[in-house]
């Protein structure tokens, strides 16, 4: 029977892996779960077969029948950013459609929280945890609890440090969105010139993404900054290691102590009001600007377009979120980075459906986490400009025209 649980457990993820391309999203972080999720649904539903329907079917019922216990439980960091609302309507999808009973809880910028989110799941029974830690360090308690338990632990998206108790991680090219934005800074600067003002922002210091994100993003611009093309407006501990073209753990400690924005909107825009405020009239005209994600990038671009002194901005971003699509196609924000969400949470429920079954789940890379090196399933990133926000969100399926306006 139990064998039997399996099989159609496997076969429902695998079938859930094959209709997931046509999902759509929430927008904003105001919130109502259930629409978000109904609206995702849609699609995915009219593409199944009689067939997928009734494995789907029996698989739940299954799983339904075993006390209601949840085999599979998912913690993500907030709903205040449209980002992790992406995430949970793909998940709600595939955690259904493999005959899972979903769980996902949401720690809202709080390691209590989430830990307390975790003692939650593990009282259900949870047999894989697949959690987006809201601080990288603060979450091994909570997965430690897991582990000891004898639950295995996914981390999604940020790695949990300093722990051996995370099994396996599932993440995108953190290193390439970091290039890609720094690339693109430099593909698209004022051809011929020099000097060019370029404002450096980050993201949580608790959040191990934050420095491969910097890091890609360093180790593209750095050249460009030694040989005069770029200058750093806005960071004293940048500017002292400019001519280093990697740096340390420690070197960007320093630097992201600077310029973290800890991904929150609010600290974005006063930062780089502080910043312009600083600033003389060299450091404004057209610039470039290096934000972390789309919602800090938002900001930052309204504070940028506001100062009179500044002709123009370059400025990057990343996650696609349905407001920063829309300031893209506006030429309010230069680009975003899709990270298909999609992919993510099918490989983390896919990961899950191989542990249940007692097979190793396959992984692709290493990441080291200051303690143990975590095996790894690594999903690649796309550049979003204007020029591709229809080939690459509309035709995938990923978010419908409808969503936007000005789209060509
Ligand atoms: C990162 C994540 C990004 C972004 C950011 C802020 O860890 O990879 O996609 O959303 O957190 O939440």
């Given at each position: 029977m139990k064998k039997r649980i399996l099989s159609l457990l496997l076969a429902g993820a695998m079938m859930a892996s094959l209709f997931v391309g046509c999902g759509k999203t929430a927008d904003t972080?105001?919130?109502?779960d259930k629409a978000a999720t109904e609206e995702t649904t849609d699609k995915t539903d009219a593409a199944a077969t009689d067939d997928t329907a009734k494995a789907d079917d029996a698989a739940k019922a299954d799983t339904e029948s075993?006390?209601?216990?949840?085999?599979v439980g998912v913690v993500l960091p907030t709903?205040?950013?449209?980002r992790w609302l992406q995430d949970q309507a793909q998940f709600e999808k595939i955690l259904g459609d493999a005959g899972f009973t979903n769980q996902v809880l949401f720690s809202q910028g709080s390691s209590a929280t989430e830990k307390t989110n975790i003692e939650t799941l593990l009282n259900q029974g949870i047999k894989v945890l697949i959690i987006c830690a809201q601080d990288g360090a603060a979450a091994s308690a909570g997965v430690e609890e897991a582990k000891a338990a004898g639950v295995t632990v996914i981390a999604y998206d940020r790695l949990i440090t300093?722990?051996?108790?995370?099994d396996y991680y599932v993440t995108f090219d953190s290193k390439a969105v970091g290039a890609a934005q720094g690339q693109y800074l430099i593909d698209n600067a004022?051809?011929?010139?020099?000097?060019i003002p370029l404002y450096l922002y980050a993201g949580?210091?608790?959040?191990?993404n934050a420095f491969i994100f910097f890091e890609g993003a360093w180790e593209a611009l750095q050249p460009k900054i030694a040989d005069g093309t770029f200058v750093i407006a806005n960071s004293s501990e940048a500017e002292a290691l400019k001519d280093k073209a990697t740096l340390d753990r420690d070197q960007e400690s320093k630097i992201i102590g600077q310029i973290?924005?800890?991904?929150?909107f609010n600290v974005a825009k006063s930062k780089a009001e502080s910043h312009l405020t600083a600033v003389?009239?060299?450091?404004?005209?057209d610039v470039a600007v290096l934000a972390p994600n789309d919602g800090t990038s938002r900001s930052i671009a309204d504070v940028f377009a506001t100062?009179?002194?500044?002709t123009s901005y370059l400025i990057t971003g990343q996650d696609t979120e349905k407001a920063s699509v829309q300031y893209v196609i506006d030429g309010k924000q230069s680009m975003t980075v899709f990270k298909d969400t999609r992919t993510l949470a099918a490989d983390s429920v896919d990961m899950a459906v191989s542990i249940l079954k007692g097979e190793t789940p396959k992984t692709d890379t290493t990441y080291n986490n200051e303690k143990v090196d975590v095996p790894a399933k690594q999903t690649a990133i796309q550049v979003v400009t204007k020029d591709n926000v229809q080939s690459v969100l509309i035709d995938s399926g990923y978010y419908e025209a409808a969503d936007f306006t000005g789209l060509k």
């Amino acid at each position: 029977m139990k064998k039997r649980i399996l099989s159609l457990l496997l076969a429902g993820a695998m079938m859930a892996s094959l209709f997931v391309g046509c999902g759509k999203t929430a927008d904003t972080a105001a919130t109502d779960d259930k629409a978000a999720t109904e609206e995702t649904t849609d699609k995915t539903d009219a593409a199944a077969t009689d067939d997928t329907a009734k494995a789907d079917d029996a698989a739940k019922a299954d799983t339904e029948s075993k006390d209601g216990a949840v085999q599979v439980g998912v913690v993500l960091p907030t709903k205040d950013e449209p980002r992790w609302l992406q995430d949970q309507a793909q998940f709600e999808k595939i955690l259904g459609d493999a005959g899972f009973t979903n769980q996902v809880l949401f720690s809202q910028g709080s390691s209590a929280t989430e830990k307390t989110n975790i003692e939650t799941l593990l009282n259900q029974g949870i047999k894989v945890l697949i959690i987006c830690a809201q601080d990288g360090a603060a979450a091994s308690a909570g997965v430690e609890e897991a582990k000891a338990a004898g639950v295995t632990v996914i981390a999604y998206d940020r790695l949990i440090t300093g722990t051996d108790a995370v099994d396996y991680y599932v993440t995108f090219d953190s290193k390439a969105v970091g290039a890609a934005q720094g690339q693109y800074l430099i593909d698209n600067a004022p051809s011929g010139k020099s000097n060019i003002p370029l404002y450096l922002y980050a993201g949580a210091a608790t959040d191990n993404n934050a420095f491969i994100f910097f890091e890609g993003a360093w180790e593209a611009l750095q050249p460009k900054i030694a040989d005069g093309t770029f200058v750093i407006a806005n960071s004293s501990e940048a500017e002292a290691l400019k001519d280093k073209a990697t740096l340390d753990r420690d070197q960007e400690s320093k630097i992201i102590g600077q310029i973290t924005t800890d991904w929150d909107f609010n600290v974005a825009k006063s930062k780089a009001e502080s910043h312009l405020t600083a600033v003389g009239a060299e450091m404004k005209g057209d610039v470039a600007v290096l934000a972390p994600n789309d919602g800090t990038s938002r900001s930052i671009a309204d504070v940028f377009a506001t100062d009179k002194d500044v002709t123009s901005y370059l400025i990057t971003g990343q996650d696609t979120e349905k407001a920063s699509v829309q300031y893209v196609i506006d030429g309010k924000q230069s680009m975003t980075v899709f990270k298909d969400t999609r992919t993510l949470a099918a490989d983390s429920v896919d990961m899950a459906v191989s542990i249940l079954k007692g097979e190793t789940p396959k992984t692709d890379t290493t990441y080291n986490n200051e303690k143990v090196d975590v095996p790894a399933k690594q999903t690649a990133i796309q550049v979003v400009t204007k020029d591709n926000v229809q080939s690459v969100l509309i035709d995938s399926g990923y978010y419908e025209a409808a969503d936007f306006t000005g789209l060509k």
